[in-house]
Structure formats: structure tokens, C-alpha cells
């Protein structure tokens, strides 16, 4: 089955750097990679997502690269706030496979004031 | 559209005894998913069932979890007897199966944290 690796397991930057989270999976058949984020006691959500067909994909402060040939996709931050500081999980998904998820381990984003 | 929701919301119970937690899926969604998450293990796939069957339970620990789907739009995840190393947030989660857009990917509920003394 699949199989999704998340580094780093924790992240510390100053308010206004950048911040990066990057994440294997071992199944090449896999064409759909959402990133939740969970602040504390809360629920994960969908923060932003790319599908294979598609190389980048931005959305306002957040970007998502994949990169099929290493198996490999990452989450950029840029311009980082205090309310950016949460859990940040990966997944990957196969349509076939009933949508289930394989999630990373997760990262705890800290972003200092 | 209330989205998922699950109850109760915090359960604290003894040791041996029954739980019962809820799930709502969003309004035409197909697909549900139950996961637990905890410090040491993260968060974990328990089952999931697409249009009320179960496609895969391997993630079950034990025979004294289980989990149902007794119409299209609920769903129960059941621990019978209870343990304290079940103690964890429980977290179902729905989606629309085939997974065609970003708007068809899966939408957790708010969690069951649940305490088992």
C-alpha cells in the first residue's frame, strides 16, 4: 500500500520568513495530494491540494509543488504569520481507492512574533 | 450545509464499559472515514465504507471496535468493552466517491475526545 514520509516533524521560523514542509509517497499510482492544516483542538481542514496532471499550484501565502518523477511534494509558506502556527498534514490518494487518504506524520509549524 | 458533525463531543468513561460514537456525513457525500489520532501514533485510518459498505477495516485494532452504516447518511463506530489505551480523539470524515474535484475531498467532523479511565 502506500506509504507518505513528512519532514520535518517540527518547524520553528520567525514571523514574515518562509516555510517549507516536504513530503514522499512510495506509490506511483497516486494522483491526488491534499495538505490539511490542524490548529490545536481543532479539526484538520483542507488548506489547498494538486492533482498530478498539474506541477504547481498557488493560493494566496500557500503553494503546493509536486514533483511525479522523485515522488516527492511540498508545502511553501511564505510571508508566515502567528495564526500559520499548526499542525501541517500531507496526503496522498489514488481515485481507484475510494478516496482513501494516506496521511504523513504531520509537522508542528511554530512561527514566532 | 452543517457539514460533518459527530457526537458526543468529549466521552469519559470506565474501563469495560460500552462506547458508542456518532457520524453524520455531509448531505450526498458517500464516502465516510473513521480515524483516531493520538500524540504517540498520529492519526490513523480505522475503516472506511463507500455507499454504506465497508471497503476496508484493517486499520480496526480489535475485534472490540466495530463500525456501521445503517442508512446513507449515519454512522456509528462502537468499542465494546472499553480500554484506557483506546483514549484518544476520534474522528470521522466524509467525501464524494469518485473523487473528481478539490470540493470532493474529505471534510472531518469536529473529533469525540474520548477518555477511558
Known amino acids: 500500500g502506500e506509504n507518505v514520509e513528512q519532514h520535518p516533524s517540527t518547524l520553528s521560523v520567525q514571523e514574515g520568513d518562509s516555510a517549507v514542509i516536504k513530503c514522499t509517497y512510495s506509490d506511483s499510482a497516486s494522483n491526488y495530494f491534499p495538505w490539511y492544516k490542524q490548529e490545536l483542538g481543532k479539526r484538520p481542514q483542507l488548506i489547498i491540494d494538486?492533482?498530478?496532471?498539474?506541477g504547481e499550484k498557488k493560493d494566496q501565502r500557500i503553494a503546493v509543488t509536486l514533483n511525479k518523477t522523485a515522488k516527492h511534494f511540498s508545502l511553501h509558506i511564505t510571508e508566515t504569520q502567528p495564526e500559520d502556527s499548526a499542525v501541517y498534514f500531507c496526503a496522498a490518494a489514488f481515485d481507484n481507492a475510494g478516496n482513501m487518504l494516506t496521511f504523513g506524520g504531520g509537522t508542528r509549524l511554530m512561527v514566532k512574533p | 450545509d452543517a457539514g460533518v458533525i459527530q457526537s458526543p463531543r468529549h466521552e469519559v468513561t470506565e474501563m469495560g464499559q460500552e462506547v458508542t460514537l456518532r457520524c453524520k456525513l455531509i448531505s450526498g457525500h458517500n464516502s465516510l472515514f473513521w480515524y483516531r489520532q493520538t500524540m504517540m501514533r498520529g492519526l490513523e485510518l480505522l475503516i472506511y465504507f463507500n455507499n454504506n459498505v465497508p471497503i476496508d477495516d484493517s486499520g480496526m485494532p480489535e475485534d472490540r471496535f466495530s463500525a456501521k452504516m445503517p442508512n446513507a447518511s449515519f454512522s456509528t463506530l462502537k468499542i465494546q468493552p472499553s480500554e484506557p489505551r483506546d483514549s484518544a480523539v476520534y474522528f470521522c470524515?466524509?467525501?464524494?466517491?469518485?473523487?473528481?474535484?478539490?470540493?470532493?475531498?474529505?471534510?472531518f467532523g469536529p473529533g469525540t475526545r474520548l477518555t477511558v479511565l
Open positions: 494538486i492533482r498530478s496532471n498539474v
Open positions: 470524515a466524509s467525501s464524494l466517491f469518485p473523487l473528481i474535484s478539490s470540493t470532493d475531498t474529505q471534510y
